[in-house]
């Protein structure tokens, strides 16, 4: 019998491709989506989809039971930039949707769960090139602070009530196919979509701020493969460092200029995000998720510009023709 697989926070940067390649591998049937809004997309229209809030505990629980749930990837989250913005919101939300899906875990009600952590529980005393899995984390933002505590509360649940739960610690994730959802690292998205359109580009970052980055074919990967993974092979409950590339805008501008010579990028001063960008880490070392379950990332800076550029370029010509 296939399992059931649950999607909470479906139609954000990563809950898209996610949902989509998850129907691909287990079929439509198998793998219901769901979110606080319901727009009009594939994710909607092509397969089971529900209105769920995730701070919403028997919500949650019932569509759990409605369609025997064996699986729940959480996505929902307020991102750092947004948080700033809502600090109370932010912690309820990131905090309580991972306590409703651990708690239905623990009454054995669901068998496995995945929740992604984030860079942003890194801060300014972490070492910042080749950030190791185990180091100084003294997070400064309100997203990090949730996520630091996410991950010992994982790691609780686990040691304590044999919880199945799985994560990883993205770092900057870049798509073409969802709009930014509110994070530092989303100008390495709204270039792209300036560079088509406009061929320039405003940064809110410093030219020379080199972070850590993620095609989201790679992000993708990284949740399945480790959900896939035998349980005796994740042996970091907690989350795992995760890693693809390291950039500054800067090098992803001189990236784009390959294909698009014209491109102009100039750079905004003083702005609150860069305050966030300069207490995160330039590199990741992600060797362990790397030796434990295999962990491969297939895009660089290169491959993921074009790529970025040709499925966008796509995109925006379907818009204008539909």
């Not at 989506?33 to 701070?55: H, M, T």
């Not at 979509?193 to 406009?198: D, F, K, M, Q």
């Amino acid at each position: 019998m296939s399992k059931k697989i649950l999607v909470i926070g479906a139609c954000g940067q990563i809950g898209t491709e996610l949902t989509l390649r998850l129907r691909q591998i287990y079929g439509v049937e198998n793998v219901v989506a769901s979110d606080i809004v319901k727009p009009d997309n594939d994710i909607v229209n092509q397969g089971y989809f529900e209105i769920i809030d995730a701070l919403n505990f028997d919500q949650i629980e019932y569509f759990v039971e409605k369609y025997a749930i064996d699986e729940v990837y959480l996505l929902s989250a307020l991102l750092s930039a947004s948080a700033e913005k809502a600090h109370a919101y932010a912690w309820d939300l990131n905090m309580n949707s991972l306590f409703h899906v651990l708690n239905l875990a623990k009454a054995k009600k669901i068998k496995k769960i995945f929740w992604p952590s984030s860079i942003a529980v890194f801060g300014n005393n972490t070492p910042r090139e080749k950030t190791a899995q185990y180091t100084i984390m003294e997070p400064s933002t309100v997203y990090g602070i949730s996520k630091q505590t996410g991950e010992r509360w994982c790691e609780y649940y686990h040691k304590t009530f044999g919880v199945d739960v799985r994560s990883v610690r993205y770092p900057g994730i870049i798509s073409w196919s969802a709009p930014p959802g509110g994070g530092t690292t989303d100008y390495a998205v709204d270039i792209f979509h300036s560079a088509i359109r406009e061929q320039k580009y405003e940064c809110f970052l410093s030219p020379q701020t080199k972070l850590p980055m993620m095609y989201i074919d790679d992000a993708i990967d990284a949740a399945i493969n480790i959900m896939q993974a035998p349980g005796n092979l994740v042996k970091i409950r907690s989350s795992y460092n995760l890693s693809a590339m390291s950039f500054n805008p800067k090098e992803i501008a001189a990236e784009i200029q390959k294909h698009i010579p014209d491109f102009v990028i100039t750079y905004k001063d003083n702005d609150f995000r860069q305050l966030i960008a300069d207490s995160w880490p330039n590199s990741i070392d992600d060797s362990s998720a790397r030796l434990d379950w295999n962990w491969k990332n297939k895009f660089d800076l290169s491959s993921m510009t074009l790529e970025m550029l040709e499925k966008l370029e796509a995109t925006i010509q379907n818009q204008v023709f539909s």
